[in-house]
């Protein structure tokens, strides 16, 4: 049994649209270079109420011609013929993504050091996990510098944002219900 192809998500609205409207490859590809919806073609063909509306076919022609300033794309291509190439580059990234991954990790086990399996952190004792921010400086120390520890608010404060609110206390509560 012959396996079927599976046609992404984002596609399958343009075929919809095509069977529905009864457009032809060109006619989508157009719409699709010029950026339409294919939801909104309703609105677009809506000549039963709205009879000075172009025709889909000649307003698309019509959009296509003034953007691109000529009749008809170079190559026409059906959606599936662009889904089918879109899921084969995919698996092409997919797959060197792989490789990719493979030979890592072959570097890396090639690059293991050989002492005696002790592992070093990189922490000395006493010396505190510090990460830089986007300038460079270390938080932690900026943050002694200050003489406040902005990560992190103090016991009966309650930190929104950048600015910390005190919490309500017990004597506060009972001086509103009095």
């Not at 296509?64 to 008809?72: A, C, G, H, N, T």
Request: some cysteine; overall charge neutral; proline content about 6%.
């Amino acid at each position: 049994m012959a396996k079927k192809h599976r046609i992404p998500h984002k596609f399958l609205p343009w075929i919809e649209a095509r069977k529905k409207y009864k457009l032809s490859h060109m006619h989508i590809q157009m719409a699709r270079e010029l950026g339409l919806s294919p939801k909104k073609f309703g609105n677009y063909a809506n000549r039963e109420q709205q009879p000075w509306k172009l025709p889909l076919v000649d307003f698309i022609e019509f959009l296509y011609e003034r953007q691109f300033k000529k009749k008809e794309p170079d190559e026409v291509k059906s959606i599936e013929q662009i889904a089918g190439e879109h899921v084969s580059k995919r698996n092409q990234k997919k797959a060197a993504k792989a490789k990719a991954e493979t030979q890592e990790s072959t570097n890396e086990t090639a690059a293991e050091p050989e002492s005696g399996g002790e592992i070093s952190l990189g922490l000395v004792a006493g010396q505190q996990n510090q990460r830089p921010d986007s300038e460079g400086h270390d938080q932690a120390s900026e943050a002694g510098d200050r003489g406040d520890d902005r990560s992190s608010p103090s016991v009966g404060q309650i930190a929104l944002s950048d600015h910390c609110i005190p919490a309500q206390t017990q004597d506060d509560a009972s001086d509103q219900s009095q």
